[in-house]
Structures are given as C-alpha cells and as structure tokens.
C-alpha cells in the first residue's frame, strides 16, 4: 500500500529535524518545512499503516485556507513547491491550542454527558443533547503537552500562570473568533457545518501569527448542513467528515489509547475507506476535484520540490 511513513533528509542550512505525530519538520535560520506524512494519529497514538493521500488533502487544505484568511492576521506560510510541503516563517510557538467550538460535539459532549457543566472556565447550560449548537461559539484551550494528552485550561488559569501576557491571549482570543467566523462562512458555502476547530499561534519577530494547519480534517469536525436539523430533531448521529470517524471505528474496536490496550487491525479496506473520506473531505469544502498525486519515487520528488524551493 502506497503511503509516506517518515523522512530523513539532509539539507544544506538544515539545522534540525522533528518527527511529530505526523508531520516532519526541518528548521533552518529563519525558516521551516514541513512535509505532511500519510501517518495517521488519534487518542494520541500513531497507527499502524500510513492512509494514502492523507497528508496531500491536509497539506492543500491547510495551504488554502491560511491564503484565504490572510487578511485577518498574520500567518506562517510562504510556499508549498510539493502537494505534501508546506515552508514558512519559523516562528516562536505558543504552547496553546486555541480550540474553538460552535457544537457540543465528541469530547465538549463527552465531558457534558458525564455530568460536568464547565469547560474550560466556560459554563455550559442545561438540557443540551449530543451535537447541539451553543447558544454562541465557546473557547476551550488546551496546554500543548511536549509529550501525551493535552490538558484543557481554561483562561484565568493561562493568565495565573502566566503561559502568555494577557494582550497576546487576548489577540489569540479575537483572532480564533474571526478565523471561525471566516471558516463557518466559507463551510456554509459548501453545504458543510464547521462544528469546531483549534487554531495554533507562534510569535514572528514578537508578533502573533497564526501557525500548523487550520481547517482541515485533523484539526476540525464538519457536518454536513442537509441532514443536521432533521437528525437532530429525531436523535440520529450526525452525517459528518472529520477524524471523529477514525476515533469511533477504535472505540468499537475496543481501543482508546489507554494502557495495555491493542491498536485493531488496519485491514486494507479500512485503509482505503479512511483514505477515501479524506478525498472527500477535501472536495466537499474546496469545492475543487482532488488531484492524486504520484507516489511513484515519491520521497525523492519530495527531496527536489524542497531543494528548488529553499
């Protein structure tokens, strides 16, 4: 099965290279790549088999999208010379997900459903049922973890702790709001439903800029506007594209991250089913036909995309 696992190159001027869950990162003085893997993660594990494709639609998605909100605040990228490349302004990053929520949906709705009614600082009312929308979008940060989960915060504590200065939580905090309303905007448009999203902020010469990827399927939940009213008002699941469908597939097969527990076979068919849902994912909110890209000598292509561009 086709697929990017890992990189290992050697650029001139590369200063050092970061394996994340599923992007690879090489920094140079003033810049980064980052090449998007076919890896796939979730519950905070790397599975097993690389899902063709995966890291071309999140890597176009995410390039799209930080083009078309621009004009809101300042972003990292600068070009993308591959379909799985992204290089931009290397910046100082804040160790905050500015996680962003129209819908009480998968873990706001796990939280809710076990008898809590604050996240995050942020109260939740009363009488709410699965996939919801909240009377307005909630901001429920988390502390990016070096390793492991990430651990939800809330705002007062951010500020105790002095993790940032109150004006650059603030610009963080009216930026996450514009990039969602921009973002529901443009998913309407599609006859999609942004349910909620998290956005990533670094500091470029003390300035806040947007970072990481927006909009895409890893980092956001989209259902689709057709069928959302009439599910709700039978209490059916909701039609949705997102990783969420990965995570539900682990849980029915008995896996959730947790200790001594087995990731479940990846048959093939679930591979392409996966990959698959990302293709559409990418053209149901672009709005544009997917573009395979060739994995023929595809780490090489790579390696030269990257060498012309930098």
């Known amino acids: 099965m ?6 290992e190159f050697k650029f001139p001027g590369q200063l050092n ?7 690879e990162v090489y ?3 003033d810049k980064v790549v980052m090449i998007a893997s076919d890896r796939i993660s979730a519950f905070d594990v790397i599975l097993p088999r690389p899902i063709p494709f995966k890291g071309q639609v999140l890597n176009q998605i995410a390039a799209k999208f930080l083009n078309e909100t621009a004009d809101i605040c300042p972003n990292w990228l600068l070009a993308t010379p591959d379909p799985n490349v992204a290089i ?8 905050i997900e500015m996680v962003i929520r129209g819908y009480l949906a998968g873990h706001a709705w796990r939280t809710y459903k076990s008898g809590i009614r604050e996240l995050c600082g942020v109260h939740l009312p009363e009488g709410l049922k699965e996939n919801d929308q909240l009377p307005h979008p909630i901001i429920t940060p988390a502390s990016k973890a070096e390793e492991g989960h990430d651990e939800d915060i809330s705002k007062e504590d951010i500020l105790a702790k002095n993790l940032v200065s109150k004006e650059v939580y603030e610009l963080m905090e009216k ?11 443009i998913a309407a448009n599609h006859g999609l439903i942004l349910v909620d999203t998290k956005y990533e902020f670094g500091l470029y010469n003390e300035k806040v800029t947007l970072i990481d990827e927006i909009h895409t399927p890893d980092s956001s939940r989209y ?3 057709d069928t959302y009213i009439e599910n709700q008002e039978k209490g059916l699941p909701q039609r949705h594209l997102s990783k969420e469908f990965v995570r539900e597939w682990l849980i029915e097969n008995n896996f959730m991250g947790l200790e001594n527990q087995q990731v479940p076979t990846m048959t093939d068919a679930v591979v392409d089913s996966i990959s698959n849902r990302y293709i ?19 780490v090489e292509q790579i390696e030269m995309n990257i060498i012309k561009a930098l």
């Open 2 to 7: 086709q697929g990017i696992t890992e990189t």
């Open 17 to 23: 290279h970061y394996k994340g869950k599923v992007r």
């Open 27 to 29: 920094s140079f003085q």
């Open 88 to 95: 931009g302004l290397k910046c100082e990053p804040i160790r």
């Open 175 to 185: 930026y996450t709001n514009q990039l969602f309303e921009r973002g529901t905007a």
């Open 223 to 225: 259902f689709y506007a």
């Open 280 to 298: 559409e994912l990418y053209e149901k909110i672009t709005g544009e036909p997917f573009m395979k890209r060739s994995y023929e000598n595809v």
